[in-house]
């Protein structure tokens, strides 16, 4: 049977609409009364690596690709694609052609050097065995490794340093190429030619969250979103002799406590104890005795960012210390009698506060993240001193304390990056 279409009645034409007014224009320009509150801030494009390196010598040249144009030094990343091509100035009566990846950890304690083999790859790129002639141009293509065998646990491979400090430690790499001749009158021994060429691995690294802009106000984002910060506790003790109670120190930094080697990172410093106390820390010739006047108070205060290089050799250790940067801090108003931060370290009866915000950053020529290797390490601490200029008058003894942190390579970004 034919199935009959439904009949269809006809819709009222659609109502006419007026032209929507246009949007209102915006600008990222802050209006005079308007502050920042969050601000997502985006990583810049990655310059793409179109140039190339060259090595020559009167019989091998050795060409590396994907590198940055100029750059005097190839420079590969975590899991780097070394790829190029060797040319020969001539191919005949050879026995093999070798490409080796080689790294190394040098450690120096009490004049003795220890060296730790981190990378010792070797790739035969022909050999007198193939049933083709050498070729006088040899591409080829291999990858960084990501890990080593540091004693019996597998770590990330080391990035390129040198210790210019101490010459504790060193971390190097290098790319050789290896051309096999039989010897004139005894065929059964090689000799060669290499070429050796170092190169820099930087494996690069990035936080998993990022850190509030420095420029937003510790007091709007300590309100509004507490668990930005994490709180370093310390004291500083005052002389047996003496009568003073000791100082309460507050240092605000911020949670994520892993640092871009490029971006500053914003603190906030509170101290507390009765006004008798914070009163060493105050110009004496200020007419207003609760502005601090840093260096010219009895006790200088600093925040700096300090790196720690520690070799280890035959369980013998070697420490030297370098100061990446010095922070700059700016008087405050101290923070409210109910922030949380109270809760645990109650601010009590009789006490006062003096409050700084401050800003830390690396000089520009520390470009190695921290990393850890048994023979070798790189530590990275926040550091709070507070020391008396005239120790044998003060009353306080000397404090120094080192908060742990991470710094790395990258800014942290949203964006799915392969490194």
């Not at 920042?36 to 090595?55: D, I, K, M, S, W």
């Not at 050097?113 to 291999?142: A, G, H, M, Q």
């Not at 990446?324 to 008087?331: A, D, V």
Request: net charge neutral.
């Amino acid at each position: 049977m034919e199935s009959i279409p439904p009949s269809y009645t006809f819709s009222p034409p659609s109502p006419s609409y007026s032209p929507s007014p246009p949007s209102p224009s915006y600008s990222t320009e802050l209006l005079p009364g308007e502050q920042t509150v969050e601000e997502t801030r985006r990583l810049a494009q990655q310059t793409q690596n179109t140039g190339v390196f060259r090595r020559i010598t009167d019989n091998i040249t050795l060409l590396l690709r994907d590198q940055r144009p100029g750059s005097t030094i190839p420079v590969y990343g975590r899991n780097g694609f070394v790829r190029g091509q060797i040319s020969l100035r001539s191919s005949e009566g050879l026995v093999e052609v070798t490409l080796k990846l080689d790294g190394h950890l040098r450690v120096t304690t009490s004049g003795t050097t220890v060296t730790t083999s981190v990378v010792s790859d070797s790739y035969s790129l022909w050999n007198s065995s193939s049933t083709e002639p050498c070729p006088k141009t040899l591409p080829f293509e291999i990858f960084f490794p990501t890990t080593f065998k540091d004693g019996c646990q597998a770590r990330p491979l080391p990035p390129s340093f040198e210790d210019k400090l101490a010459s504790a430690g060193t971390c190097s790499y290098t790319l050789s190429v290896v051309v096999s001749r039989p010897r004139r009158f005894l065929s059964s021994f090689r000799c060669s030619d290499s070429l050796v060429v170092p190169i820099c691995y930087h494996p690069r690294s990035r936080p998993h969250t990022p850190i509030l802009p420095s420029d937003v106000p510790f007091m709007t984002t300590v309100k509004s979103s507490p668990e930005e910060w994490h709180q370093v506790l310390s004291t500083m003790n005052a002389t047996k002799s003496s009568k003073f109670t000791p100082v309460q120190c507050l240092l605000f930094v911020p949670s994520v406590q892993t640092y871009p080697l490029s971006e500053t990172i914003p603190f906030h410093l509170q101290l507390r104890a009765p006004s008798s106390s914070l009163a060493l820390f105050v110009e004496k010739s200020a007419p207003d005795r609760s502005l601090p006047v840093l260096p010219s108070g009895e006790i200088s205060v600093r925040v700096y960012l300090l790196r720690q290089v520690v070799a280890k050799a035959y369980e013998e250790q070697k420490f030297s210390n370098r100061i990446l940067g010095e922070g700059k801090l700016t008087y405050s108003a101290p923070l409210p009698e109910n922030h949380h931060s109270y809760r645990n370290v109650p601010l009590g009866e009789g006490m006062d506060c003096l409050d700084w915000d401050g800003e830390l950053r690396c000089t520009e020529d520390v470009t190695v993240a921290s990393f850890a290797t048994n023979p070798l390490s790189v530590r990275d601490f926040i550091v709070l001193s507070l020391e008396p200029l005239q120790p044998i008058k003060c009353p306080f003894v000397a404090s120094k304390h080192c908060h742990p942190i991470r710094l790395v390579t990258d800014p942290w970004s949203d964006h799915t990056v392969s490194w």
